[in-house]
Every structure is written in structure tokens, then in C-alpha cells.
């Protein structure tokens, strides 16, 4: 196993091409030789360094190194980082590196949208574990040079200070966190994490989203996952909405692609006919249908050439009536272990089918809700673990079944009103807003430092450190 260090990290314009030097502590740690010859590296750049002795007897672990040393791993010295040892390779690495792939935007403010404020968070955690973090969109790529462009993100507790950009080598890790348009940058994107996954050495977590039909037949393959599971089928023809209607009184019908409630429309049927609800911004809109003809022809018309499923509704348990769902997340740590990191209850707004917090929904604490509209304290109790047994399950069998880099998933699930369990979708790139709603501050906290903790892992660093 390779022995782990944290070392501040300098460099110095005096020292010789290829020559270092180190604190009494570190030579002492890593018993290093006047004169020895071995490897440095830092993300996918590695270059050949000679130990040149003691620069100070700190018992700060520290190495200094020439400015062509620095200038071949792009680091932006000074830095604190780990030193992973491999005697049997004579390889010392610097890191990890990690690169956080997502959209650019034009604002200085702003340079990563609504995600830049978590971007700020995720530095701080890789800063905390002694790491490099940086953030890239697939324009900030020069492929023929093989370095990005990254921009390095200030502290969150740092108002003054902008994003600062930076060229730096191809990371340890990337973690996927874009969410790209239609159109050129989508283009971009995909020519980018194809070319990625495959590039020596470099590990690419979360890399694919969930179309709602992909997920369906994804999770239709495992025998106990599956009776979790609403009916749901493709939109192929009008044939299929009405037949889904004849079997059920409600039906949804969600564009395969959509997020934040987007575009999803609640068919009803009622004895004077059939209802579509749907959403236009936070409005809910109403339309009534004397004959399910005219509503066909309403819904091809509205649905384009855009692929949807149909699937079952689901008669789910209200609070203060309004429907609620639960949005629990999972997420790997340092050892590459799923873990449920928190989970959340969404309120569906007045007036709403909708959860989802962007379309008006609330945010509340499972422990205060689940007592309160399930009475018998033991059917509430065999509701929460049947949930955490089925989260667990389904992060799993992902993994094994779909990719096993994946390293968080947010599951969101509905209980009827028997208390039973079902499972709604599934969230490759989940935001953590519902836990600040409700004041969780541990789950905040451990939602932004796990993507950090298991980047270590996929590295083949380790978090823990020797003690100054």
C-alpha cells in the first residue's frame, strides 16, 4: 500500500533544472539520499528529479522544487498536498487532481451558473483533504497540448477574490457535473467524455445521466427492485395512452430526458371525461376533455416528436394535503462504499402534483413528517428501513449493472397511502438544496466532502494524512 504524506509544496527559481530539496522531516520520512534520482508526478505529467539535500529543519513536512519541475506539472505552487509513495516504482505523487467537469457561462460572478456557489464548496473540501481542485468546461481543453485551462475556485468564506484561471495537466479524477444544452456545447460535451473515459489513467466519475425510460428498464432487470416499480412504458403510439388509461384512473406522461418537473403532464379520468394537469413556470394549468379523442389529439399535438414515458400515477400520501416524495442521496466515500448520505422529504406546492422544490415545492425533515401521516409508529418504522434496504439496492445494482464508477445517485421515492414504497426516479447530477431547506448541516457538509473523499479513492489516495 502506498504510505501517504501531506507536504506544503514550493518552488524556488534558485534550484538547478530537475533538482529538489526537501524539509529534515520529509528526507527522514521518505529516507531519501543525497543525490538519489526518482519520479515526480502530478496528474498525467511525471518528469525525472534529483534530490539536492535539506532546504531548512522544519518539522513542517515541505518540498521545494525548480521552476522547470513546476512548469512540467502545472501545479500553482505554493500548494499543500498529499505525497503518495511507491518505493517499488521510485514514482512520488503529487495530488490527487481533481478536474470538475460542467458548463461555462459568461459571468464573472458566476463563471459556473447556479452551481458555482457548490464548485466554491467542493474546493474547499479537496483543500481540507489536501488536494488540487479545479473546474473545465469542454472548451477550456487543448487536446493537442494535452493540458486545460481550469479555473481554480476561491474559498467560499472568501468575498474578495474571483475565480482564477490557470493552465493545468489532465487530473486524476474528473467528476461530471455538466448539464449541457441542445445544440453546439452538448456536442462539445459528448466528444469530450468519450474522449476522456479513455484516456491512461484518468478516472471519470458519474459518467452518464438517466433517461427516465433507461432507468425504468435498468432497474425492471432486478427481480426485487422491480416491484418497486410504477407501470411504465415507452410512447410509441396513441395506442398506448389509452391503454394505460383504461387501466389506470391516473396517469403521468414525462418526457424521458426532462428534469425539475419539466414538461410532465397528469392525465385523469373523471366522470365527465378526462383531465390534464400541467405546468407553465410555477402555474398549474387545468384542461377538461369530453372524449378521449380529443384528448389524443391535445397530447400528440403537444408532445412533438420528443420521446415520453406513460406511467402508472400513484395515489401518494399527502401532507396537509399535498403530496410528498422523498429525495434521499448516495454517495461512495474513501473507500469506494455506498453510503446514504441524507435523505429529505419534498412537499408538493398548493395546488400542485409537482415535488420538485423548483416548481414550487417545500422542503421538510422525514423524521418530523413520516409520524405525522402514518400514526402506527411501527408501519412508519418499516417504512424508513424498507427505504434505506431498497436506496442501498438500487445504488448497488447500478453500479454493477450500469457503470461501477458511478459515485453519487439521488433516489427519489413516493409511499402510497397503504405505505407502500415506490420507486419515482432516479438524479445523476443531484443538487443538495433540499438539505439546506431543512437545516441539515451535517448532511450539507458531508454531501460536498464525499465526491471529494471518493475521488481519493478512484486516485488510489487515501484521506488520511500523518499527523503534523
Not at 509513495?85 to 521510485?90: E, G, M, Y
Request: charged residues 20%; positive net charge; contains cysteine.
Amino acid at each position: 500500500m502506498l504510505k501517504l504524506y501531506k507536504v506544503k509544496v514550493l518552488c524556488s527559481s534558485r534550484l538547478p533544472r530537475g533538482w529538489i530539496t526537501g524539509s529534515v522531516d520529509l528526507r527522514r520520512n521518505l529516507n531519501l539520499n543525497l543525490g538519489q534520482q526518482l519520479y515526480l508526478s502530478a496528474g498525467n505529467r511525471k518528469v525525472p528529479v534529483q534530490y539536492a539535500g535539506d532546504h531548512d529543519s522544519s518539522s513542517i513536512l515541505s518540498l521545494c522544487v525548480a521552476n522547470n519541475i513546476q512548469e512540467c506539472l502545472m501545479l500553482p505552487l505554493p500548494l499543500t498536498l498529499n505525497l503518495a509513495v511507491d518505493s517499488k516504482t521510485n514514482l512520488y505523487r503529487l495530488g490527487p487532481l481533481v478536474g470538475i467537469f460542467a458548463n461555462r457561462f459568461d459571468k464573472l460572478s458566476k463563471p459556473f451558473g447556479e452551481q458555482t456557489s457548490f464548485f466554491r464548496k467542493l474546493g474547499a473540501a479537496a483543500s481540507r483533504l489536501n488536494s488540487f481542485c479545479f473546474a473545465f468546461s469542454p472548451g477550456d481543453i487543448d487536446w493537442d497540448n494535452k493540458v486545460i485551462y481550469g479555473s481554480i475556485p476561491p474559498l467560499p468564506s472568501d468575498e474578495l477574490s474571483g475565480w482564477q484561471t490557470t493552465t493545468v495537466a489532465f487530473p486524476d479524477v474528473i467528476y461530471d457535473r455538466g448539464l449541457f444544452p441542445r445544440g453546439t456545447q452538448r456536442g462539445a460535451a459528448t466528444f469530450a467524455r468519450k474522449t476522456l473515459r479513455k484516456y491512461p489513467g484518468l478516472k471519470f466519475f458519474n459518467p452518464a445521466f438517466f433517461g427516465k425510460w433507461k432507468t425504468h428498464r435498468l432497474l425492471s432487470k432486478h427481480e426485487t427492485i422491480y416491484r418497486y416499480l410504477p407501470e411504465t412504458r415507452l410512447y410509441t403510439s396513441a395506442a398506448d395512452i389509452r391503454e394505460m388509461l383504461a387501466k389506470h384512473r391516473t396517469v403521468y406522461i414525462k418526457p424521458c430526458g426532462g428534469s425539475s418537473g419539466k414538461g410532465i403532464i397528469r392525465l385523469t379520468s373523471s366522470s365527465c371525461g378526462f383531465i390534464a394537469d400541467y405546468r407553465v413556470a410555477r402555474e398549474l394549468k387545468t384542461t377538461e376533455f369530453t372524449t378521449r379523442d380529443d384528448l389524443i389529439n391535445y397530447l400528440t399535438g403537444r408532445m412533438g416528436d420528443r420521446r415520453y414515458i406513460i406511467q402508472q400515477g400513484l395515489e401518494l400520501t399527502k401532507l396537509d394535503g399535498s403530496p410528498f416524495d422523498l429525495r434521499i442521496l448516495m454517495q461512495k466515500n474513501s473507500q469506494g462504499r455506498w453510503l446514504r448520505t441524507g435523505m429529505a422529504i419534498r412537499v408538493a406546492g398548493q395546488q400542485n402534483f409537482i415535488t420538485n422544490l423548483h416548481a414550487g415545492g417545500h422542503a421538510a425533515r422525514v423524521s418530523r413528517v413520516l409520524p405525522k401521516t402514518f400514526a402506527n409508529p411501527e408501519l412508519a418504522r418499516k417504512i424508513l428501513a424498507d427505504i434505506r434496504r431498497l436506496c442501498l439496492l438500487i445504488a448497488s445494482w447500478v453500479s454493477i449493472e450500469y457503470n461501477p464508477l458511478f459515485g453519487e445517485i439521488a433516489i427519489d421515492l413516493g409511499i402510497d397511502e397503504s405505505g407502500k414504497v415506490w420507486i419515482i426516479e432516479l438524479n445523476a447530477v443531484p443538487g443538495r438544496s433540499v438539505f439546506r431547506r431543512i437545516g441539515a448541516a451535517g448532511v450539507q457538509l458531508r454531501a460536498v466532502s464525499r465526491p471529494m473523499e471518493y475521488a481519493f479513492f478512484l486516485a488510489g489516495f487515501r484521506p488520511q494524512t500523518n499527523k503534523d
